[in-house]
């Protein structure tokens, strides 16, 4: 399995070195009032955007717990997979946005000092909308991340669904209760006392929890959104990717499940984000 994505990798690379180049803004800005602060975003545009007059489709692209904008650009050499897969021609030219959350695990706080989730749809989205050439139709918005990021699409597409139409979450940090429990006292749990209050375990969490959201959804009420789910074997959360496989299952909700070779780093990630890219590219592009 190694050497079939260190192949295809190096295809890639051929491919890109042939083909055209896309464009990366790094650490862009805007201002948000709900916020009442700037917030960081870096943004790839597809090679034939500054020529062109055509609206592109977007895809929402969240960093990890500790990382920044800047991650998937610098660990997750974003732009040379971006432009090797879109190449290539298994993905589509698309908009791919990087924004900065920081710590806030893309939730509104329980107490309201912090409402990333409500900026994020009210005006992250709006902005990137209108300062670029972005759809803005649900079907050519899609949503991705990697672990405290893939906890974050998978919420971002629970609590709106009808914002995207895929959601390709890599090695999300889906915590059990039982896993909040043992995470009181630590570094993890000090910060998720500050996001959905003290003792964890809260309404709030309840609100927030990607588990018990797909549990508790009704049959009628199943989200239209495709999902590809991706967590290594060797990841500490693939327990959490598996319960939400199984749940899914039950709830009849359309999804892709893999489970790779690797563990919990950058080398499996770079791996994904050509199977996400073009994911994400049959849904935009389904008639």
Sequence with gaps: MKKAMYGLMLWLVAVAAVHGQGKVLESKKFASKILNREVAYSIYLPEDYGTSE???????????????ETSWLQMGNLKHIADSTIASGRATDMIIVMPDAGETWYVDS?????????????ELIPYIESAYRARPDRQYRAIAGLSMGGYGSFLYSLHHPDYFTACAPLSAAVY??????????????KLFDKLYGPGNLTEHWYKNSVLRLLENLPDDRRPDIYYYIDCGDEDTLLHGN????????????RHEFRVRDGGHTWTYWRTALPEVMQFVSARFNRS
């Design 176 to 189: 059990t209760d039982e896993m909040m429990e043992k995470s009181k006292g630590n570094v993890r749990g």
């Design 110 to 122: 329980y107490d309201g000092k912090e409402k990333y989730e409500t900026m994020f749809f009210e």
């Design 242 to 253: 598996n319960l939400i496989h199984e749940t899914m299952q039950k709830k009849g909700i």
């Design 54 to 68: 055509r609206l592109y489709p977007v895809l929402y692209l969240l960093h990890g717990w500790s990382d920044n």
